[in-house]
């Protein structure tokens, strides 16, 4: 990066951040000023566009604009996209969400994105998945489950996600349970949260509520 380049980064950021506090510790970078993660977004100069998406997901099921979301702002494009299709995936698809929050669990995990899990967590245990099948997650313990759909979507989401392909043996038991159209879904579901996730954990974007890490101690 030439030092133009980093000296216009730094004014972006700087104009982001406002001097602001950060909640975790700043980079140092060639410009000699420092950029922080997790940007801070102040909602009252928002542009346009960016305001549009705002209300949009306001106004929307979460009803909040908080975590990725929030960070997705700064590309109004990106974030108007994405945050459709995350409203899809985890309201409107086929699956129960008592299986669409195990999906969802199952990523987190993987990906050790404390905001996801905190966030869906709770509505996973609401939906009527155990907590016990929960824990075992974020413990990367083996659940025991009682239902035969939940040990299939549990399957193929941590099959998918460790080795980057499913068995005939997984697919085949989840066309049967779920049927084809809620796999594709479940699919969809795992890929969504996984851009979720990269974006919690690039970004540093701490758990909601100044809540603790869940994975802080699998570190």
């Known amino acids: 990066m030439t030092i133009d ?3 216009s980064l730094n004014d972006i950021y700087r104009t982001i951040n406002k001097d602001e506090p950060t909640s975790s510790p700043a980079m140092s970078n060639p ?3 420092t950029i922080s993660r997790p940007p801070i977004i102040d909602e009252t100069t928002l542009n346009p566009v960016q305001r549009r998406v705002y209300d949009a997901i306001l106004s929307g099921p979460r009803g909040v604009v908080e975590g990725p979301l929030r960070l997705w702002l700064l590309s109004p494009g990106l ?13 409107n698809t086929k699956l129960a969400p008592r299986l669409s929050e195990l999906a969802i669990l199952v990523t987190g995990a993987f990906w050790k994105a404390g905001f ?3 966030a869906h967590c709770p509505a996973a245990i609401s939906a009527g998945l155990s907590a016990d099948i929960a824990e075992a997650i974020r413990k990367d313990e083996e659940p025991t489950f009682e239902q035969e759909d939940e040990a299939a979507v549990f399957a ?6 460790q080795t980057r392909r499913l068995s005939d043996a997984t697919y085949e038991r989840a066309i ?3 049927g084809l159209e809620a796999v594709v879904e479940l699919v969809g579901i795992l890929g969504y949260y996984t851009l ?6 690039a970004f540093e974007i701490p758990a ?8 802080a101690q699998a570190e």
């Open 5 to 7: 380049k980093a000296r």
């Open 31 to 33: 410009g000699g000023t």
């Open 79 to 91: 974030a108007e996209r994405a945050q459709e299709l995350g409203a899809f995936c985890r309201y």
């Open 116 to 118: 996801e899990w905190v």
């Open 156 to 161: 193929l989401a941590r099959e998918l996600h």
């Open 176 to 178: 049967r349970l779920l």
């Open 196 to 201: 979720v996730s990269m974006t919690i954990n």
């Open 208 to 215: 909601p509520s100044g809540a603790a890490d869940p994975f």
